[in-house]
């Protein structure tokens, strides 16, 4: 049942973003398979990590979408890469679009939530990103490494 007013319209759109959500933690699951096979063997642990930790995001929310008897959106069979991964600095690079992307679907889905539960799992989620997209940026000598407002566009 949803926490405030917005009734059976809000927790639609809560469920739309969460939608979202799972799209971007599905294209996240493959991307970091690209990002593991360009990194060598201690960098590696870090995208199997990462993979493992939006996997179990994936499957969190996926259960949530089906518990509340909404049909989850599938995985693709392969996603359109933005830039040629050819070194480990292409593949943090990677993961930080990566990790942004899935922070841009969380902010989406605190902007929709009408469950105190969803805001509680898309604030630990945009944190979680913005940790593991510090890390990520450090690796493809980004600057700055960390970003003020995680999943909300630059300013300027």
Same mark, same amino acid.
């Given at each position: 049942?949803?926490?405030?007013? @917005?009734? @059976? ?6 469920? @739309? ?84 992307? &899935? ?30 997209? &510090? ?22």
């Amino acid at each position: 049942m949803a926490d405030d007013t @917005a009734g @059976a319209a809000g927790l639609a759109a809560e469920n @739309a973003a969460l939608g979202e959500a799972l799209a971007a933690a599905h294209a996240a699951v493959w991307g970091y398979g690209v990002v593991g096979a360009a990194l060598g063997p201690q960098a590696s642990a870090a995208a199997a990590a990462a993979e493992t930790a939006h996997r179990d995001l994936r499957d969190r929310v996926m259960a949530l979408l089906v518990g509340r008897e909404v049909e989850p959106v599938g995985a693709k069979g392969g996603y359109a890469l933005p830039f040629p991964v050819l070194t480990e600095v292409d593949a943090a690079a990677l993961a930080v679009v990566l990790e942004d992307g &899935v922070a841009a679907t969380w902010v989406r889905v605190l902007d929709q939530a009408a469950e105190r539960t969803t805001r509680e799992l898309a604030v630990g989620a945009l944190g979680n990103a913005e940790v593991r997209a &510090v890390s990520w940026r450090t690796a493809a000598g980004q600057s700055p490494v960390t970003n003020a407002f995680p999943g909300l566009p630059e300013p300027g």
